[in-house]
């Protein structure tokens, strides 16, 4: 029993450490520019294809650059061609509506659109048959007694948190993350004190974007089957997650993610899997219910 | 005079259609096509109560619309057929036909219930944090189906066609059509009443300002309770004419991708505009009906460039890249939607002339 459980920890904490990624990339845009960015799931899955199609061309099956070689250049490339897709839609979609000065719903009603651009795009000019990514690690399993772990499970789980660390490095000590605490401060004052407000938004999407690709990397490797809709519901998810945490939060969207990824793998344990979904979310509410704001949130005072 | 006109209007419009369906004047595929119109109405006018009027961000209204489906469904089965999960039938057939609204409302009743789930957080908490709990509720609705065995699970619900054949039988007319005419006129009417009385401004006072609200003796939670219970009640039933219509429902089909689809339709429409929602539904279902002829035309067009291989064939999938691409546009152009919180007399303001509503 004991060991199963802690198997099951050690699963969940890989499950919890995607979720964690896209979650951040989630909190990110929203704790910046008060926006939902429910493409965010969809630039994951973007993510896990540029991944697949540049160590595709490099591995060619083993005839070209070794497994180790690809992945190192596979990492920056797809982070940096992931934040440009992120960025992209930003200035295409988000901004002219932003310098408009519509209602805010109407700009996550566009995010939810160019979603579904994403994912259905990838289907009609990619193709449903399901692309498998090349094997680029060779799996070491390690047996810590009853329990075993993969080398590419312990990858995940520190890359997660060495992100985490980072991020809240960037944004608490140097100067842009000062900025970006700035606007999701004040947002009117920002221009006034001589940051442009454009640039610390593209820097917000570049970060989140970035993210979601090294998410989509990892989640590669780890699953190696990809679909065009793998980065909704996956989204969908994390997103709740981040908001359980409380959005806008560095550390709600790293606690809730690893919350999420523990519930769903416990549940699964313990019921059949068809609960998971069912007692995952009923937990989320609850915790919701019980605290609107999410654990690390703060609550929103309204001035009358 | 004045006062009869629209009704009349609606009602030689209604008799119209269902007699030329009747007499086999409009194939079966146009009247499933009216059909969906209809529901679409009801969907995107029940969901523009709580995102356009009360200006909150519901992104869960398939939910309702399956509680809906599912309870309608399964009561006329238990009652008028031997199908699972009760054995039947307790009722003569030739009931079903009045039945049938009755079960229909007792449908749309327990997705009011069911619309508490999401009306009680409200009360504290606020757009982003109640977007959440309406999307989780989706999730959550969505699984309990597919977790109740007895009502099929993931594989469905299937056998509704047989109440609207027994409906047929006893008196021969379309009566799905029908129903969902009325229904729709309803719908409509019951919107239009509750967000013009004094007390169904409290919703438009919320969306305003909610302190100010309450401080003019506006029962804020009341109101929010009384705003998600009409719009889940309003989906529960067109999930039930939509489960009677197709014949088969599964829980999948009351997804994310159908709430987004009524969130498309409000949105296009514009907010607080119940003309905006009910043109918004008609063009939506055309669109995406029409695009079933227009796709196979496209692609013949784009193989006439010679970049373009022969064994790519541009599918029916395109049809979900060109709907949310002019919607993407249309936010570029028009931000507030097609009408954008006013009505069709506001546009026109010479058809005040014609009509008198209460």
């Not at chain 2, 599912?70 to 307790?90: C, D, E, I, Q």
């Not at chain 2, 395109?318 to 993407?328: G, Y």
């Amino acid at each position: 029993m004991t060991e199963n459980l802690i198997q099951n920890i050690f699963n969940a904490l890989q499950w919890g450490s995607f979720y964690s990624l896209i979650a951040l990339g989630y909190t990110l845009v929203y704790g910046v520019l008060r926006l939902i960015n429910f493409a965010h799931g969809d630039i994951f899955m973007v993510g896990a294809y540029i991944a697949f199609f540049i160590s595709a061309f490099l591995f060619k099956g083993g005839e070209g650059l070794s497994g180790g070689a690809t992945l190192a250049l596979t990492i920056p490339l797809t982070m940096i061609l992931t934040s440009a897709c992120g960025v992209t839609l930003e200035r295409i979609a988000y901004r002219p509506l932003r310098r408009k000065g519509v209602n805010r719903l109407y700009v996550v009603i566009t995010a939810l659109m160019c979603g579904l651009i994403l994912e259905y795009g990838n289907l009609a000019f990619l193709g449903a048959s399901r692309k498998s990514f090349p094997e680029l690690m060779d799996k070491v399993v390690y047996q810590v007694g009853p329990v075993s772990m993969t080398n590419l499970k312990i990858i995940v789980i520190l890359t997660a948190v060495a992100v985490f660390l980072l991020l809240n490095a960037f944004v608490h000590r140097t100067k842009i993350g000062m900025a970006m605490r700035a606007v999701s401060y004040d947002r009117f004052a920002i221009p006034l004190m001589g940051i442009s407000l454009d640039a610390i938004i593209v820097v917000t999407f570049t970060l989140g974007s970035s993210l979601a690709g090294l998410a989509g990397i990892l989640y590669a490797l780890s699953y190696p089957v990809l679909d065009p809709f793998m980065g909704a519901m996956l989204g969908w998810k994390a997103f709740i997650a981040a908001v359980v945490g409380g959005i806008g939060d560095i550390r709600g969207a790293f606690v809730g993610g690893f919350l999420l990824g523990f519930i769903e793998i416990l549940v699964v344990a313990a019921f059949p899997s068809t609960f998971r979904d069912l007692i995952a979310f009923s937990i989320l509410m609850t915790l919701l219910v019980i605290r609107p704001t999410g654990l690390f949130g703060l609550a929103q005072s309204t001035k009358i | 005079m004045k006062r009869f006109s629209v009704p009349a209007l609606l009602l030689i419009l209604a008799a119209g259609t269902v007699l030329a369906a009747r007499f086999d004047l409009l194939d079966q595929y146009v009247q499933t096509i009216i059909m969906f119109i209809g529901i679409n109405i009801i969907l995107a006018a029940s969901l523009n109560i709580i995102n356009g009027y009360m200006g909150e961000f519901a992104c869960g209204h398939a939910a309702f619309m399956a509680v809906g489906a599912y309870v309608s469904s399964v009561l006329n089965l238990v009652l008028f057929t031997n199908s699972p999960p009760l054995a039947g039938p307790f009722l003569p057939e030739a009931l079903a036909l009045f039945l049938f609204p009755v079960t229909l409302i007792a449908g749309g009743v327990v997705a009011a219930l069911a619309g508490l789930m999401v009306a009680v957080p409200s009360f504290k908490t606020r757009d982003d944090y109640l977007a959440i709990i309406t999307l989780a509720a989706n999730f959550i609705v969505c699984n309990i189906f597919i977790n109740l065995e007895s009502l099929g699970g993931a594989r469905g619900l299937m056998g509704m066609k047989k109440i609207v054949f027994f409906m047929s039988d006893a008196v021969d007319l379309p009566w799905m059509l029908i129903w969902v005419l009325i229904f729709t006129v309803l719908t409509v009417f019951i919107i239009r009443r509750f967000v013009t009385s004094t007390y169904g401004k409290g919703i438009i006072a919320i969306c305003q300002d909610e302190v100010a609200a309450e401080i003019m003796s506006v029962n804020t939670d009341r109101m929010k309770v009384a705003a998600f219970m009409l719009s889940a009640f309003l989906a529960g039933i067109a999930g039930g004419l939509y489960a009677h219509i197709l014949g088969y429902i599964n829980p999948n089909s009351f997804g994310i991708m159908k709430s987004t689809e009524c969130l498309v339709m409000v949105y296009l429409g514009g907010m607080a505009s119940l003309s905006g929602s009910v043109l918004a539904a008609i063009l939506f279902t055309l669109l995406i009906e029409g695009l079933r002829f227009v796709i196979p035309v496209l692609d013949s067009a784009i193989h006439l460039i010679p970049l373009v291989p022969d064994t790519y064939q541009l599918s029916q999938v395109v049809k979900w890249i060109i709907i949310p691409l002019l919607l993407v546009l249309l936010m570029q152009f028009r931000p507030e939607g097609i009408m954008g919180n006013r009505e069709l007399a506001d546009f026109l303001p010479r058809l005040r002339k014609y009509y008198k509503f209460k």
